[in-house]
């Protein structure tokens, strides 16, 4: 959970928010911004509005997204603020923790599936889901405890050793 500071507003409680509008055609700059958020972790507030926990690395992606709008035509502005109240605040965090803890659900999934196939097998989707659950990682603003859990079973699937030829 963010943690709030009495008086002034820290990082920790502050968002990153970006309002962008992009022309409906062509469609690829559009698709583009969209896969960046997504691989980004934003929350989606409205349509054309995004927001992400205050911190340089995020603040500064944002930036780079409003530029990605700018060449394509359209309109963007960053804003740094904070929700009206925790609720607003919990019901956003609730959200982009559940997106996330699903991902992590389904590597477990992937991974206890795994455990039953041929070492070869096993071996490749041992390093898909290292690699996934990177990817997913890097937008995990809010630890669920399913990204621990998605580790452990991971790394519980059995060390392959390669078989003499």
Do not use: K
């Not at 889901?129 to 699937?157: M, T």
């Amino acid at each position: 959970m963010v943690a709030r500071s009495q008086g002034r507003p820290s990082e920790a409680d502050r968002w990153v928010l970006l309002a962008h509008r992009l022309p409906r055609e062509p469609s690829t700059p559009r698709i583009a911004v969209w896969r960046r958020l997504r691989r980004l972790g934003v929350a989606q507030l409205l349509d054309g509005l995004v927001a992400l926990p205050l911190d340089a690395r995020n603040r500064e992606q944002l930036e780079w997204v409003a530029d990605a709008v700018f060449e394509s035509g359209g309109q963007a502005t960053i804003w740094v603020g904070r929700p009206a109240s925790r609720t607003e605040e919990r019901g956003i965090i609730g959200e982009m923790s559940s997106a996330i803890a699903a991902e992590y659900q389904r590597v477990i999934a992937d991974a206890r599936a795994a455990r039953d196939a041929d070492p070869a097998a096993r071996r490749r989707t041992l390093g898909r889901l290292r690699r996934e659950l990177h990817r997913i990682r890097q937008r995990d603003h809010f630890p669920p405890p399913e990204a621990e859990h998605a580790r452990l079973a991971v790394e519980s699937l059995p060390t392959l050793e390669q078989a003499p030829t």
